[in-house]
T-cell receptor
Framework: NAGVTQTPKFQVLKTGQSMTLQCAQD?????MYWYRQDPGMGLRLIYY???????DKGEVPNGYNVSRLNKREFSLRLESAAPSQTSVYFC????????????FGDGTRLSIL | AQKVTQAQTEISVVEKEDVTLDCVYE???????LFWYKQPPSGELVFLIR??????QNEISGRYSWNFQKSTSSFNFTITASQVVDSAVYFC?????????????FGAGTRLFVKA
């Protein structure tokens, strides 16, 4: 049972390059989320998708775009990467966007030079 | 605005000691949910517990226990007889209503070191 799968696991980019982080879940969950984790700041919500066909901004959406491709997949795009976007990115899913616990992927460690 | 404060950045204990991780939250909603997650050194995040705002009963699961007090807006987590495997970063999180359902805010986390 794969759960939430993120690709790639590691990536190094140059400033200004673009990149799409992929996320897929096989638990038939309705809601999906993208977070970034920075030292001393916990996890901050970038975007979320409460259900297929909807997306909403979280705490720190600037510089990112998302696509809920279908129920399983939710991608995060950096159009023009900046060093401030160096972080560990986590994708998560939950049965619905209410009181359900979130299931997390293993994370993508992204460095922007 | 919702907010979660984990004032303890790092805690170091010796194996078999009890340890309490503090979590204080702010919200204007009457209906909200509180969570604890564990992030071991391997990096994945693991769900530990969920509590809704109407249920102030404390909960015990093995060596883990949680104390929810609405009067002080706190949801503290105690590990009894800590073990080396408990070494991890622990996150407290708050979910309250937002566009499309609920929005979850995480605290900054508490890193727990358990020494043998």
């Amino acid at each position: 049972n794969a759960g939430v799968t993120q690709t790639p696991k590691f990536q190094v980019l140059k400033t200004g390059q673009s990149m799409t982080l992929q996320c897929a879940q096989d638990m038939n969950h309705n809601s999906m989320y993208w977070y970034r984790q920075d030292p001393g700041m916990g996890l901050r919500l970038i975007y979320y998708s409460a259900s297929e066909g909807t997306t909403d901004k979280g705490e720190v959406p600037n510089g990112y775009n998302v696509s809920r491709l279908n129920k399983r997949e939710f991608s995060l795009r950096l159009e023009s990467a900046a060093p401030s976007q160096t972080s560990v990115y986590f994708c998560a899913s939950s049965r619905d966007n209410s009181n359900q616990p979130q299931h997390f992927g293993d994370g993508t460690r992204l460095s922007i030079l | 605005a919702q907010k979660v404060t984990q004032a303890q950045t790092e805690i170091s204990v010796v194996e078999k000691e009890d340890v309490t991780l503090d979590c204080v939250y702010e919200t204007r909603d009457t209906t909200y949910y509180l969570f604890w997650y564990k992030q071991p050194p391997s990096g994945e995040l693991v769900f530990l517990i969920r509590r809704n705002s109407f249920d102030e009963q404390n909960e015990i699961s093995g060596r883990y226990s949680w104390n929810f007090q609405k009067s002080t807006s706190s949801f503290n987590f105690t590990i009894t007889a800590s073990q080396v495997v408990d070494s991890a970063v622990y996150f407290c999180a708050l979910s309250e209503s937002a566009t499309g359902g609920f929005k979850t805010i995480f605290g900054a986390g508490t890193r727990l070191f358990v020494k043998a």
